[in-house]
């Protein structure tokens, strides 16, 4: 790749490496996952209204997993209560099917040619007994229960705290929960990115397979180059920005550019490595807030055309 933070040229790669299709892998295990997560998310949070004695109608948050704030939480008889439930549902589903999430990434990072291509025979070479790695519990837990408690609490705070009500200050609102969901856009790369190193990590590293499934586990190949060992949460965030690879800062390059001083690059790849993918990610987060933001100025306006019909029938008669 010429410019490998460049998704035209990322998308091009793959095309004249793996053919047209291989932009397409691992779409019918994304598929799966997505339903068999949005299913267990609605069931986790039925079970727990249930056994701590909260109306399903409280609980029954929508878009839980979604990159916006849900306002509906500030409707909730105990909206505590539903922030935690909702995060706990999310955690305990992410964990459940961490399997099937590991074998989703192994399908998109292997060639076609490498087999198994099927789920359900690639779940089995990461655990004949459907048992999530213990080195995926960790990172699973927090990838998956901070950014949906910062989705499901945001409205709160900006209702108790702010004083300001998506109905009386769309604007505001808007805004905020724009601003919100680009700080959980900021703990989320991170964290997956570390979260898709550990998953990789147990076909290529020797350390995450136990005896009993070394047998049913091979070396892979990627299509990219095989990366580091993953090493734990902190350890393999602190190894990206200052041991692996080498990275130059915009001064250093502005510099070398012209010709005040010879490029000078340095060991790690900076923090920029824990963010792969953010401008994809950004990008996606304007368009579903734009869209939401402009869905919201067009329900205004109805709004108040209704009224002002309403207030010229009432003079009438």
């Known amino acids: 790749m010429k410019n490998p933070h460049s998704l035209m040229d990322a998308l091009s790669a793959l095309s004249s490496n793996s053919s047209a299709l291989a932009v397409w892998k691992g779409t019918n295990s994304t598929f799966i996952y997505s339903v068999l997560l949005r299913t267990s998310e609605t069931f986790f949070r039925s079970f727990l209204a249930a056994v701590f004695g909260i109306a399903e109608n409280d609980i029954a948050l929508t878009a839980t997993s979604t990159s916006l704030s849900d306002s509906t939480v500030i409707s909730?008889?105990?909206?505590?209560?539903?922030?935690?439930?909702?995060?706990?549902?999310?955690?305990?589903?992410?964990?459940?099917?961490?399997?099937?999430?590991a074998a989703r990434t192994r399908l998109i990072l292997t060639p076609s040619t490498q087999e198994p291509r099927s789920l359900l025979a690639t779940v089995r070479t990461l655990s004949p007994a459907y048992l999530t790695p213990t080195h995926l519990i960790p990172i699973t837990f927090l990838t998956?229960?901070?950014?949906?408690?910062?989705?499901?609490?945001?409205?709160?705070?900006?209702?108790?705290?702010?004083?300001i009500d998506p109905a009386t200050n769309p604007t505001s609102w808007s805004l905020l929960t724009f601003l919100t969901s680009a700080i959980d856009l900021t703990i989320?790369?991170?964290?997956?990115?570390?979260?898709?190193?550990?998953?990789?990590?147990?076909?290529?590293?020797p350390q995450f397979s136990p005896p009993s499934s070394q047998s049913r586990r091979k070396a892979i190949k990627t299509i990219v180059p095989v990366p580091q060992a993953y090493r734990g949460i902190l350890p393999t965030m602190w190894g990206i920005?200052?041991?692996?690879g080498y990275s130059e800062s915009q001064r250093d390059r502005t510099a070398a550019l012209m010709g005040k001083a010879p490029r000078r690059k340095r060991k790690g790849q900076g923090v920029e490595g824990l963010y792969r993918g953010w401008r994809v990610g950004l990008w996606g987060l304007v368009g579903i807030w734009g869209t939401s933001f402009v869905g919201g100025l067009q329900s205004g306006s109805e709004a108040a055309s209704v009224e002002a019909g309403a207030g010229l029938h009432g003079g009438k008669f």
């Open 144 to 163: 998956s229960s901070i950014p949906t408690f910062i989705a499901t609490s945001t409205p709160l705070l900006l209702k108790q705290y702010l004083s």
């Open 76 to 101: 909730s008889v105990f909206p505590l209560a539903t922030v935690l439930i909702a995060t706990a549902a999310t955690t305990l589903s992410a964990l459940l099917l961490a399997p099937i999430d």
């Open 241 to 244: 920005i200052r041991d692996e």
């Open 188 to 205: 989320k790369f991170p964290l997956e990115t570390v979260l898709r190193r550990a998953q990789i990590a147990t076909w290529t590293s």
